[in-house]
């Protein structure tokens, strides 16, 4: 990462969290820019190439689930993180799946926000060196662990930062059981604190590009009580 400061863009229609994230994120020393709408969101991530996108899901006009769409178009590597004052299950699924690299539920804190934010800093590497890129393979599906794509026959999906990793630390391990207690140390380290349910829900995404069928997965599978597996 340079030396000069990280560049934050918010994408959120909800003026005073606007002012609270751009308060937090400037005392942090993270530079701060904004979009009121999808719409200027997609344009404004296309013109000061942020280091990281805090996206909201419910936004006038374009919705956050087609911004997410748009910006991953052209950049499969910013990390985009969403805010959604929804906590159902398929929203959040459907926001990983177009894209997202994580996801915070309103009310949330501000502070774990932050450590959120510090841990994706923390991971990502400044320019993935397309010509030495680590490569796995699941089933049919080549997976590139520093571009956060999967190729699965001809057509590539983005994976997103946390399911790559997700998937990166299953594969260290592969054909044995790994916690969820294990992962969640391995990705997210001690500062932030998702629960299980996320490990589980980035699990879902991985099977939905990475399995023929994710309702009865050949290759990462739940062993119960004990965690998850990728097969050999
Ligand atoms: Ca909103």
Redesign the pocket.
Known sequence: MSEEAKRILII???TD?VLGLTDAFEFEGYQVDYAQTGELGVQKAEEISPNLIVL?????GMNGYNVCKAIRHRDTVTPILI?S?RSQENDIIRGLEAGADDYMTKPFSIGELLARVRAIFRRISPSPDRSSSRIITVGDAVINIDSYTATVGNKQVDLGFYATAILHVLHDKRGEPVSRDDILDAVWGIDANPTNRTIDNFILKLRRVLEKNPAKPKHILTVYGQGYKLTQ
Do not use: I, P, T, V
């Not at 909201?56 to 006038?60: F, P, T, V």
């Open positions: 959120e229609d909800e969290l909201d899901l419910m936004l006038a805010l004052a």
